[in-house]
C-alpha cells in the first residue's frame, strides 16, 4: 500500500482532441460510416497523444482513464454493471453503451442533466429494484495497459461510488440510490483488489458530491466507504480527488480514513481550512483553476502552497479540477490580441503551471523567478486595461435600476397578448434552432475562408431562413422561427458582436457527447454597438403572416457558457450584459416583433453547489432576466427556454422570472417538473418538451399526445404550449420534419377532445 509520492498532476484532461477529432470519429460510426476499428483507432491515437503531452510537460503521476466516449458518469455504470435492462439485451458492447446514451429507434436513452455546476452534461444512471452490481474491468484495465506500454508513470481515475449514486436516479419504485451504497463499495474492492495485482501504486477516486449539500449524511457515508476500501489488505494508495468547492465538515471525517492522499480544490473552495487535517497524508493541493481560462498568480500560489508544507505529510500542486472544462492550448489560437493572449492559460498552459510551482515548492523561489516575474505583468497588464471598465455602460445600469423599470402584471400581459396574438388554444411552436445543414456549414467556412463576401453569406443565410419558414408553413406550426443558421452558437453568436468579448477560433470544449462549444471570453465591460438579430428577424417576419419569434440568449446563459472574467462579482457582469439583451429586444419591438424569447438554458447550472449560497445567486439571476426583458410594453410576449436540468432547486426561480410563457425540458421525465412549477405558485404559460431532441429516435403523433395528455392533468388549456425539449440544431433535416409532423397532429388530436 506504500506508493512512490507524486509531486504534480492534473486531475484529468480534455478527450475530444484539439481539432475534435473524437466528435467527427464518433459521429461517423453513428452514421455507419466507420467501423469499429476504425473508432478505436481515432481514440487510442488520442490517449497516447494526451498521456505523451502529459509526461513530456514534467507531471510525475498522469491520470488513465479519463477518456470516454460519451461521458464518464456512463462509463461508471458500465464498469458497476448498472446500465438498465432495456439496453442489456443489445450485443454489441459500444452499440449497447451508445443506446443508453442516446437512444436509437426503439430503446429511449437515459435521462441528461449538467454536471455539478458546470457546461459539461452526463447521463444520469438508473438504480431499480433489479440493478445488481457487477465488476466490468476492461475499459480501466486496457487503459492501463496501453499507458504502461508507453512507459507512463499512470494513475487510474474512477468517479466514486457516493457521487456515482448520489447523481443517479431511482427508478421502478426503488429507494434511494445512495441505499445501496454498502453494495456498490464491494464491487470498488473488487477493483481496487485487480489494480493491485497489475502492481498499480495510486489510484484516484472522484468524490465531488462531497463538497455538496446534495447528501444529508455525506460524513456518515464517507466514513462507511473509505474505511472500508482503506481498510483492504491488498490495494494500492487512494487518491480521494474532491473539486467545484471546500469540503467543510467533512474534511475531517475523509483525514480520518486510511487513504492516503486527498484532493482540495483551493480555487473554487477558497483556501479551504486544512491545517492538521492531513498529518500522514498526501495534500493534493488544487492551486491552478482548472475550469476558467486566466493564467493563475503565480506568486500568491507558490504562497499558498508553501503554507500547507507544515500541515502534511506531504504537498502535492495540481489542477483545481479535471481541465475537461477548458480548450486544449493556446498555441491553436491565431489572430488573439497580445495583451488578452497573456492573461490566458488553456489546458496545455495549466499544466505548465502545476509543474513550475512543483518545482518551486522544491526548490524555492529562486527557481522559478523568471515565472513569477512573467506572471506578476500579466496581472498588472490585466488590472490596468481600460477595456475592463466602461462609464457609461455602468451608469446606464444605475441608471435603468432607479428607475424601477418593470412590466405590467401577468393577467393583464396575457389579455393584450392574445388580442395581439390571436393564437389557438395548445399553440404549436419550436425553440429556435433548425438543423445546420451541410449548405449552413460550407457558407460559413466559404466566408471564414475568404471564398464568399459578406454580401453572398448573407445571402446565403436569407435562403435557409425563407427554407425554414415555408417548413413551419407546410407543417402548420403557429407560432414560427427563423432557424438561426446565421448563428454558430446560442451564446457564441451574441459574444461575437459585443465588446468585453473575445471569441475563439479553436476553443473547443465538450458539452456533451460528440457536442462541442466554443466558450467566448468574458474579459471586459459588456457593451452592444449595433443590433445583433434585428435584420435575420425582420426578414424571417416578412416571409409569413404568422408570428414570429424573435431569439435571444439570456444573460445567466451567457455567462454560464462562457470563460468569465473574475475580477469582479458576477452579478455585476450579469447586469452588464443584461442591459445589452435589454436594448436588443427594444430595437426588435420597434421592428414589429411581438414575441421575443430570452432563453436561460442555464438557470440552474450557475447555482451554488451550498444551500446558504443559492438564494443570493438566485436572486441577482432572476433580477437580471427581468432587466434584461422589462424594457417592451405589456403587449409584447416575453418567452424563456430552460434545458438540461433537474429543476427543482430553481422551480421558485423559474416562477420569478415572470416570463409570460416558459418552454421547459420534459420529455425524459415524463412531464414531472409541472407539478413542482404548480407547487411553486407558477401561473402563467408553460411548454414543456413533447419530445426529446438529443435523441435521433422520431417519437410517434399518439406518443406525443399521451405526452400533452399529461401535461393537462397539471395545466390547464389556455396556458399550455405544444414544443419540442430543446433547439433542433443537432438532427438532421428529416428526423426534424418527420417529428413536427407528428407533433402538430397531436396537438391538433388533443385539441380536439377539448370540451
Not at 600 to 612: D, G, N, S, V
Amino acid at each position: 500500500m506504500t506508493a512512490t509520492p507524486f509531486s504534480a498532476t492534473t486531475l484529468g484532461s480534455p478527450r475530444i482532441g484539439p481539432n475534435r477529432e473524437l466528435k467527427r470519429a464518433v459521429e461517423k460510426y453513428w452514421a455507419g460510416n466507420l467501423d469499429r476499428a476504425g473508432l478505436e483507432s481515432v481514440a487510442a491515437k488520442l490517449r497516447r497523444d494526451t498521456w505523451e503531452t502529459l509526461a513530456a510537460a514534467g507531471l510525475d503521476s498522469i491520470p488513465v482513464n479519463t477518456f470516454s466516449y460519451y461521458d464518464q458518469v456512463l462509463d461508471t455504470a458500465v464498469l458497476v454493471g448498472a446500465l438498465p435492462s432495456r439496453v442489456t439485451d443489445i450485443d454489441d458492447d459500444l452499440d449497447r453503451y451508445f443506446a443508453a446514451a442516446r437512444g436509437n429507434d426503439s430503446t429511449a436513452p437515459l435521462e441528461m442533466t449538467k454536471w455539478f455546476d458546470t457546461n459539461y452534461h452526463y447521463i444520469v444512471p438508473e438504480i431499480g429494484p433489479g440493478t445488481s452490481f457487477e465488476l466490468n474491468p476492461a475499459k480501466v484495465l486496457g487503459e492501463l495497459e496501453e499507458a504502461r506500454a508507453l512507459g507512463i508513470p499512470s494513475r487510474p481515475v474512477i468517479v466514486g461510488p457516493i457521487t456515482f449514486l448520489a447523481l443517479s436516479k431511482a427508478v421502478d419504485g426503488a429507494g434511494a440510490p445512495v441505499d445501496r451504497l454498502a453494495d456498490l463499495v464491494v464491487v470498488y474492492g473488487e477493483l481496487l483488489k485487480l489494480l493491485a495485482e497489475q502492481g498499480v501504486e495510486w489510484v484516484q477516486i472522484d468524490e465531488p458530491v462531497l463538497v455538496t449539500d446534495i447528501l444529508e449524511n455525506a460524513a456518515e457515508f464517507t466514513t462507511q466507504t473509505y474505511d472500508h476500501l482503506g481498510g483492504l489488505a491488498n490495494r494500492p494508495s487512494i487518491f480521494v480527488a474532491t473539486y467545484f468547492g471546500a469540503l467543510n465538515g467533512v474534511l475531517p471525517v475523509l483525514a480520518r480514513t486510511p487513504v492516503e492522499a486527498i484532493g482540495v480544490d483551493l480555487v473554487a473552495g477558497g483556501g479551504s481550512a486544512v491545517a492538521g487535517e492531513f498529518a500522514n497524508k498526501t495534500l493534493v493541493a488544487g492551486v491552478v483553476d482548472g475550469r476558467n481560462i486566466w493564467r493563475t498568480d503565480l506568486a500568491a500560489a507558490l504562497g499558498t502552497l508553501e503554507t500547507l508544507l507544515g500541515s502534511a505529510a506531504a504537498v502535492a500542486v495540481s489542477t483545481s479540477c479535471s481541465t475537461l472544462h477548458v480548450p486544449y492550448a493556446l498555441d491553436a489560437e491565431d489572430g488573439m490580441d497580445p495583451e488578452l493572449r497573456s492573461w490566458l492559460a488553456f489546458g496545455l498552459e495549466k499544466v505548465t503551471e502545476v509543474v513550475t510551482l512543483a518545482r518551486g515548492l522544491k526548490d524555492g523561489r529562486e527557481a522559478i523567478s523568471a515565472e513569477v516575474a512573467a506572471s506578476n505583468a500579466a496581472i498588472a497588464s490585466r488590472r490596468a486595461d481600460p477595456r475592463l471598465n466602461n462609464g457609461h455602460v455602468r451608469s446606464r445600469i444605475s441608471s435603468i435600476n432607479a428607475s424601477g423599470s418593470e412590466r405590467g402584471p401577468a393577467d393583464e400581459r396575457r389579455v393584450a397578448q392574445n388580442d395581439r396574438l390571436r393564437l389557438p388554444v395548445l399553440p404549436t411552436t419550436t425553440i429556435g434552432s433548425y438543423p445546420q445543414t451541410s449548405a449552413i456549414r460550407v457558407a460559413r467556412a466559404d466566408l471564414r475562408t475568404g471564398k464568399i463576401d459578406q454580401a453572398e453569406y448573407e445571402r446565403r443565410m436569407r435562403s435557409e431562413i425563407a427554407d425554414v419558414i415555408r417548413l413551419q408553413e407546410d407543417l402548420g406550426i403557429d407560432v414560427l422561427v427563423h432557424g438561426e443558421p446565421e448563428r454558430n452558437d446560442m451564446v457564441q453568436y451574441f459574444a461575437e458582436q459585443l465588446d468585453g468579448f473575445f471569441a475563439t477560433q479553436n476553443g473547443w470544449v465538450q458539452s456533451y457527447g460528440s457536442r462541442c462549444v466554443r466558450p467566448p471570453i468574458l474579459y471586459g465591460d459588456v457593451a452592444r454597438p449595433n443590433p445583433m438579430t434585428v435584420q435575420w428577424i425582420t426578414y424571417a417576419r416578412s416571409l409569413t403572416e404568422k408570428p414570429v419569434k424573435g431569439m435571444l440568449t439570456g444573460p445567466v446563459t451567457i455567462l454560464a457558457w462562457s470563460f468569465v472574467r473574475d475580477d469582479q462579482p458576477l452579478a455585476d457582469t450579469a447586469a452588464q450584459v443584461a442591459l445589452a439583451i435589454r436594448d436588443e429586444s427594444v430595437d426588435l419591438e420597434a421592428a414589429g416583433i411581438a414575441i421575443i424569447q430570452v432563453d436561460e438554458a442555464a438557470l440552474r447550472e450557475l447555482l451554488p453547489l451550498r444551500a446558504k449560497e443559492k438564494e443570493a445567486y438566485l436572486r441577482w439571476a432572476v433580477n437580471a432576466f427581468r432587466f434584461a426583458t422589462s424594457g417592451v410594453s405589456d403587449a409584447t410576449q416575453i418567452h424563456t427556454h430552460l434545458c438540461y436540468s433537474e429543476f427543482g432547486d430553481v422551480i421558485g426561480a423559474i416562477a420569478d422570472l415572470d416570463a409570460d410563457v416558459t418552454s421547459i425540458e420534459a420529455a425524459r421525465s415524463h412531464m414531472e417538473v409541472l407539478d413542482d412549477l404548480n407547487a411553486a405558485g407558477f401561473t402563467n404559460s408553460v411548454g414543456p418538451g413533447v419530445y426529446d431532441i438529443h435523441s435521433p429516435r422520431v417519437p410517434g403523433a399518439d406518443e406525443m399526445a399521451a405526452s400533452l395528455r399529461d401535461a393537462l392533468k397539471s395545466v390547464p388549456a389556455e396556458r399550455l404550449w405544444v414544443n419540442p425539449d430543446c433547439g433542433l440544431k443537432t438532427r438532421t433535416t428529416e428526423q426534424v420534419t418527420a417529428s413536427l409532423e407528428h407533433l402538430v397532429a397531436a396537438a391538433a388530436k388533443v385539441r380536439a377532445g377539448l370540451s
